[in-house]
């Protein structure tokens, strides 16, 4: 293998050190002007990416800064829907005070307190019970009507005594 710096290699003919660009005046201008014009584009290009990127990342921050907007909003209005509710309370609570209602009861609805022939006592006993009726739902797989209406009446009757 020749290894010779003249040579090409897969032909007969020798490298030319010959370089039209040198000298001529026109070409080398041109070629100059072409250069240029490669680096201007490469430079508007990247411009333009840089350019796009910083709208994107301005818009991304628009966005943000409108949502924060709109959160305080509703978080301002969450406020004084919460101080609204807290002042019906405060409202519902001092109209439910038995002095409130007694006063109501007199003035507005010109209620009057019983006479003492009016008043009546129930004795009502001291042992406090609960009956389930559970019964009932035993009985419902077997039984017909009369039998269900029957089984109520037992279960009514057994609860008074």
Do not use: W
């Not at 003035?107 to 019970?129: A, V, W």
């Not at 419902?140 to 009514?156: V, Y």
């Amino acid at each position: 293998m020749i290894k010779d710096k003249q040579y090409i290699h897969g032909t007969a003919a020798r490298k030319l050190e010959y370089d039209v660009y040198k000298e001529n005046k026109v070409l080398k201008t041109k070629k100059k002007q072409r250069n240029n014009n490669k680096i201007k584009v490469k430079y508007v290009l990247v411009l333009l990416f840089i350019s796009l990127v910083s709208c994107f990342v301005t818009y991304r921050y628009v966005q943000i800064t409108e949502l924060n907007y709109v959160i305080n909003q509703q978080v301002s209005e969450y406020n004084e829907i919460k101080d609204e509710n807290k002042s019906i309370e405060l409202d519902i609570k001092s109209s439910v005070d038995l002095n409130n209602v007694k006063l109501v009861a007199k003035e507005k609805l010109g209620m009057q307190e019983p006479d003492r022939h009016q008043i009546t006592y129930i004795n009502i006993p001291r042992d406090d019970s609960t009956v389930v009726l559970d019964d009932a739902n035993q009985n419902k797989e077997d039984s017909g009507m009369l039998n269900e209406l029957m089984g109520k009446i037992k279960n009514i009757v057994s609860f008074m005594h």
